[in-house]
C-alpha cells in the first residue's frame, strides 16, 4: 500500500522523527507500521508499494523480469531517497537490510532508529501459506525450508537494528502498545564497528542489551549452543536475564560458574574450564560467551582460543573495566606466575555487547577502576576525551546513566580505532602498545599484592598514569602543567595517584625486578608508553633504569 503525504493531525510526537521497520515477510511491517503512524499523526511509507509505483510493475515482475539483484538497487535507491524526507514510519522489504549500503543509511543519524520486528517462525509460517504466491521468495519450493533458509541469511543483519521487539500471536493493538512503550522509554544503543584485516565485529553499547540479548547473539552462533562462562558475583546478579533472554531465543546453553577474582586466571582454572567443556561433549561450532568483567573476559577468551584449537566467542563485560577496555581488542590470557597476563592469545569476539545497565551494581570503587581506564585513552591521544572527562567524570563515578552510556561509547570508539590500525601489537613503534600507558607500574604494583583484590588492576592503573607522566616530565618531554593538571583530575574525584594510596608501601627494587620480567620487554629492554603532553602518547626504550628508580624513590616508595 502506498502512503499519502496529505496533511495528518500530530497526536503523539515520535520519540524518532524517522521510524524504520526490518524483518522477514509477514512480521507485520506493513500493518503495524501504518497503525504506528496513525498514532504519531506522520506519514506511512511501504518501500515495496513505493518501487511498484515507480516501476509500475509488481515486485513478482521485477523479480521475474530482472531479478533479485536488480530489485535490491532499485530498492536501495528508493529507501536512500525516502530517508531523505521529513517524518515517516518507514516499512522496508524483507531483504532490504541485507544490502551494506542500505543499512549505512542510517548509521550515525540521530533521527532515525530501526526495529527489528522478530516473529517466531511457526507465527510467520501459519501467517504467509495464505498468500505465498504473492510472496516471490516463496512461490517456487517448500516455504518452510525457504523461510528458515532466509531467516539464517538476514537474522545476523536484523539483529543490528537499534530495537528488537517481538511480535507473536497477540493482538494488533498488543503490539502497537509495545511498540509505542519501548520508543518512549529506550535509550537506543550505540553501534561501534571494529574492521580488521580478517574479521569485523560489533561493539553494541546502551542499557537494556541483556532483555534481547539472545536474538542478537543467536544469528552468531554457528549450531546454535552456547557455553556461558562466568562468575558467582555475577552470576548472582544477572545471570537470570541473561538466561532467560537465551531460553526466548530458542538457543541452547549450559552454564560454567567460577569464584571472582583475578586468582580464577590461573593454569589449574584454565584447566579446569577446558576440562569441564569437553566432558559436556564440546563442538567446533559451539560458542563461549564471556560473562563478566576483565578477568572472566580474559580466561573465557583464552577458552575459546584454545580448545579444539579454537571456537567462536562473544564477551557481554558487566564492569566499566571490561566495557571500555579489556573486552575490546581481542587479547585473552592468563597469569604466571612471574607476571601477570603472561600465557595468552590473540582471539576476536564475534560480538561485544555491553549493556552499561548491569554498572549500577558496581560499587565505586570498581567505577574507579573503570574509570582510570578511560583517563587513559584520553591522554594517550584524545584530548578532547580527557577534557570531557574534567567536565563529567564526576557524574560518571556517581554512576549517572548517561554519562556512564557516553563514557563507554568515546571509549570503545577510541580503543576500536587503535585496535584496527595494529591489531596484534606489531607496529615497531606507537600502535596498540600505547594502550599499555601506565602498565608497565601498575602491573609490578599489582604483583606485589599477589592480585588478591587489594589492589585493583583500574587502581594500579590509576596510580601507572601518574607515574607515566611524572617520569615524563623528569626527563624532560612534558610539561609540569600537564601533570599538574592530571593529580588535580585524579585528586578531586578521589581517586589513586601514588604511593601514599597503596595498601601498603614498596620496595623500588622489587619493583624494577617485576618490570625487568614484564611482557613488554624486547631485547632485554623495558618499553614505557610516555607522553609529550595530554594527547601525546608515544613508546619508548631508551629510558635509563636509574631515571626510574630515581623517580619511585622521590614518589615515596621504599629503597
Given at each position: 500500500?502506498s502512503?499519502s503525504?496529505?496533511?495528518?493531525?500530530?497526536?503523539?510526537?515520535?520519540p524518532?522523527?524517522?521510524?524504520?521497520?526490518?524483518?522477514?515477510?509477514?512480521?507485520?511491517?506493513?500493518?503495524l507500521?501504518?497503525?504506528?503512524?496513525?498514532?504519531?499523526?506522520?506519514?506511512?511509507?511501504?518501500t515495496?508499494?513505493?518501487i511498484?509505483?515507480a516501476?509500475?510493475?509488481?515486485?513478482?515482475?521485477?523479480?521475474?523480469?530482472?531479478?533479485?539483484?536488480?530489485?535490491?538497487?532499485?530498492?536501495?535507491r528508493?529507501i536512500?531517497?525516502?530517508?531523505k524526507?521529513?517524518?515517516?514510519?518507514?516499512?522496508?522489504?524483507?531483504?532490504?537490510?541485507?544490502?551494506?549500503?542500505?543499512?549505512?543509511l542510517?548509521?550515525?543519524r540521530?533521527?532515525?532508529?530501526?526495529i527489528?520486528?522478530?516473529?517466531?517462525?511457526?507465527?510467520?509460517?501459519?501467517?504467509?501459506?495464505?498468500?505465498?504466491?504473492n510472496?516471490?521468495?516463496?512461490?517456487?519450493g517448500?516455504p518452510?525450508?525457504?523461510?528458515?533458509h532466509?531467516?539464517q541469511?538476514?537474522?545476523?543483519?536484523?539483529?543490528?537494528?537499534?530495537?528488537?521487539?517481538?511480535?507473536?500471536?497477540?493482538?494488533?493493538?498488543?503490539?502497537i502498545?509495545t511498540?509505542?512503550?519501548?520508543?518512549?522509554t529506550?535509550?537506543?544503543?550505540?553501534h561501534?564497528?571494529v574492521?580488521?584485516?580478517?574479521?569485523?565485529?560489533?561493539?553494541?553499547?546502551?542499557?537494556?542489551?541483556?532483555?534481547?540479548a539472545?536474538?542478537?547473539?543467536?544469528?552468531?552462533l554457528?549450531?546454535?549452543?552456547?557455553?556461558?562462562?562466568?562468575?558467582?558475583?555475577?552470576?548472582?546478579?544477572?545471570?537470570?536475564?541473561?538466561?532467560?533472554?537465551l531460553t526466548r531465543?530458542?538457543i541452547?546453553?549450559?552454564?560454567?560458574?567460577?569464584?571472582?577474582?583475578?586468582?580464577?586466571?590461573?593454569?589449574?582454572?584454565?584447566?579446569?574450564?577446558?576440562e569441564?567443556?569437553?566432558?559436556?561433549g564440546?563442538?567446533?561450532?559451539?560458542t563461549?560467551?564471556?560473562?563478566?568483567?576483565?578477568?572472566?573476559?580474559?580466561l573465557?577468551?583464552?577458552?575459546?582460543?584454545?580448545?579444539?584449537?579454537g571456537?567462536?566467542?562473544?564477551?557481554?563485560?558487566?564492569?566499566?573495566?571490561?566495557?571500555?577496555?579489556?573486552?575490546?581488542?581481542?587479547?585473552t590470557?592468563?597469569?604466571?606466575?612471574?607476571?601477570?597476563?603472561?600465557?595468552?592469545?590473540f582471539w576476536?569476539?564475534?560480538?561485544?555487547?555491553?549493556?552499561?545497565?548491569?554498572?549500577d551494581?558496581l560499587p565505586?570503587?570498581?567505577?574507579?577502576?573503570?574509570?582510570?581506564e578511560?583517563?587513559?585513552?584520553?591522554?594517550?591521544?584524545d584530548?578532547t576525551?580527557?577534557?570531557?572527562?574534567?567536565q563529567?567524570?564526576?557524574?560518571?563515578?556517581?554512576?549517572?546513566?548517561?554519562?556512564?552510556?557516553?563514557?563507554?561509547?568515546r571509549?570503545?570508539?577510541?580503543?576500536?580505532?587503535?585496535v584496527?590500525d595494529d591489531?596484534?601489537e606489531?607496529?615497531?613503534?606507537?600502535?596498540r602498545?600505547?594502550?599499555?600507558?601506565?602498565?608497565?607500574?601498575?602491573?609490578?604494583?599489582?604483583?606485589e599484592?599477589h592480585?588478591?583484590?587489594?589492589?585493583?588492576?583500574?587502581?594500579?592503573?590509576s596510580?601507572g598514569?601518574?607515574?607515566?607522566?611524572?617520569?615524563?616530565?623528569?626527563?624532560?618531554?612534558?610539561?609540569?602543567?600537564?601533570?599538574?593538571?592530571?593529580?588535580?583530575?585524579?585528586?578531586k574525584?578521589?581517586?589513586?595517584?601514588?604511593?601514599?594510596?597503596?595498601?601498603?608501601?614498596?620496595?623500588?627494587?622489587?619493583?624494577?625486578?617485576?618490570m625487568?620480567?614484564?611482557?613488554?620487554?624486547r631485547d632485554?629492554?623495558?618499553?614505557?608508553?610516555?607522553?609529550r603532553?595530554?594527547?601525546?602518547?608515544?613508546?619508548?626504550?631508551d629510558?635509563?633504569?636509574?631515571?626510574?628508580?630515581?623517580l619511585?624513590?622521590?614518589?615515596?616508595?621504599?629503597?
Amino acid at each position: 500500500m502506498s502512503h499519502s503525504l496529505a496533511p495528518t493531525v500530530p497526536r503523539n510526537k515520535p520519540p524518532f522523527p524517522i521510524i524504520v521497520l526490518v524483518g522477514l515477510m509477514g512480521a507485520g511491517k506493513t500493518t503495524l507500521g501504518r497503525q504506528l503512524a496513525q498514532y504519531y499523526g506522520i506519514p506511512f511509507i511501504d518501500t515495496d508499494a513505493e518501487i511498484e509505483k515507480a516501476s509500475r510493475q509488481s515486485i513478482a515482475e521485477i523479480f521475474s523480469q530482472h531479478g533479485e539483484a536488480h530489485f535490491r538497487a532499485g530498492e536501495h535507491r528508493v529507501i536512500r531517497r525516502l530517508l531523505k524526507g521529513g517524518p515517516c514510519i518507514l516499512a522496508t522489504g524483507g531483504g532490504a537490510w541485507m544490502h551494506p549500503q542500505t543499512r549505512a543509511l542510517s548509521h550515525g543519524r540521530a533521527d532515525i532508529c530501526t526495529i527489528w520486528l522478530h516473529v517466531p517462525m511457526p507465527v510467520l509460517l501459519k501467517r504467509l501459506l495464505h498468500n505465498r504466491h504473492n510472496r516471490p521468495l516463496l512461490a517456487k519450493g517448500d516455504p518452510e525450508a525457504i523461510l528458515h533458509h532466509l531467516a539464517q541469511k538476514r537474522y545476523p543483519y536484523y539483529a543490528e537494528a537499534d530495537l528488537i521487539i517481538e511480535c507473536g500471536d497477540e493482538s494488533v493493538e498488543h503490539a502497537i502498545h509495545t511498540m509505542k512503550t519501548k520508543l518512549a522509554t529506550t535509550t537506543l544503543p550505540h553501534h561501534v564497528p571494529v574492521t580488521l584485516a580478517g574479521h569485523s565485529y560489533e561493539v553494541l553499547t546502551g542499557p537494556q542489551l541483556l532483555h534481547d540479548a539472545g536474538l542478537r547473539l543467536r544469528p552468531h552462533l554457528p549450531n546454535n549452543r552456547a557455553i556461558i562462562l562466568t562468575d558467582s558475583t555475577v552470576a548472582s546478579l544477572h545471570l537470570a536475564p541473561l538466561e532467560e533472554s537465551l531460553t526466548r531465543a530458542g538457543i541452547h546453553f549450559t552454564t560454567i560458574t567460577v569464584p571472582p577474582g583475578e586468582n580464577s586466571k590461573s593454569l589449574a582454572r584454565f584447566e579446569n574450564v577446558i576440562e569441564t567443556i569437553l566432558a559436556q561433549g564440546m563442538e567446533r561450532g559451539t560458542t563461549i560467551i564471556a560473562f563478566g568483567g576483565g578477568v572472566i573476559g580474559d580466561l573465557a577468551g583464552f577458552v575459546a582460543a584454545s580448545v579444539l584449537r579454537g571456537v567462536p566467542f562473544i564477551q557481554i563485560p558487566t564492569t566499566l573495566l571490561a566495557q571500555v577496555d579489556s573486552s575490546v581488542g581481542g587479547k585473552t590470557g592468563i597469569n604466571a606466575k612471574a607476571g601477570k597476563n603472561l600465557i595468552g592469545a590473540f582471539w576476536q569476539p564475534r560480538l561485544v555487547l555491553a549493556d552499561t545497565d548491569v554498572l549500577d551494581t558496581l560499587p565505586r570503587r570498581q567505577l574507579v577502576a573503570g574509570y582510570a581506564e578511560i583517563v587513559k585513552a584520553g591522554l594517550i591521544a584524545d584530548a578532547t576525551l580527557f577534557a570531557w572527562c574534567e567536565q563529567h567524570g564526576h557524574t560518571v563515578l556517581e554512576g549517572n546513566p548517561t554519562a556512564l552510556g557516553e563514557a563507554v561509547r568515546r571509549a570503545c570508539l577510541f580503543k576500536a580505532g587503535v585496535v584496527q590500525d595494529d591489531e596484534r601489537e606489531s607496529a615497531q613503534s606507537g600502535g596498540r602498545a600505547l594502550l599499555n600507558l601506565g602498565h608497565t607500574f601498575a602491573h609490578a604494583f599489582e604483583a606485589e599484592f599477589h592480585y588478591d583484590g587489594r589492589l585493583l588492576h583500574g587502581e594500579a592503573v590509576s596510580i601507572g598514569l601518574h607515574m607515566a607522566l611524572a617520569l615524563s616530565v623528569k626527563m624532560g618531554l612534558a610539561p609540569q602543567d600537564d601533570l599538574t593538571r592530571l593529580d588535580a583530575h585524579l585528586h578531586k574525584l578521589n581517586m589513586p595517584s601514588g604511593q601514599a594510596d597503596l595498601p601498603h608501601n614498596l620496595s623500588t627494587a622489587t619493583l624494577l625486578a617485576h618490570m625487568g620480567r614484564d611482557k613488554k620487554l624486547r631485547d632485554g629492554k623495558i618499553t614505557f608508553v610516555l607522553l609529550r603532553g595530554i594527547g601525546k602518547a608515544f613508546t619508548c626504550r631508551d629510558v635509563a633504569l636509574e631515571d626510574v628508580r630515581d623517580l619511585l624513590l622521590a614518589e615515596g616508595f621504599a629503597p
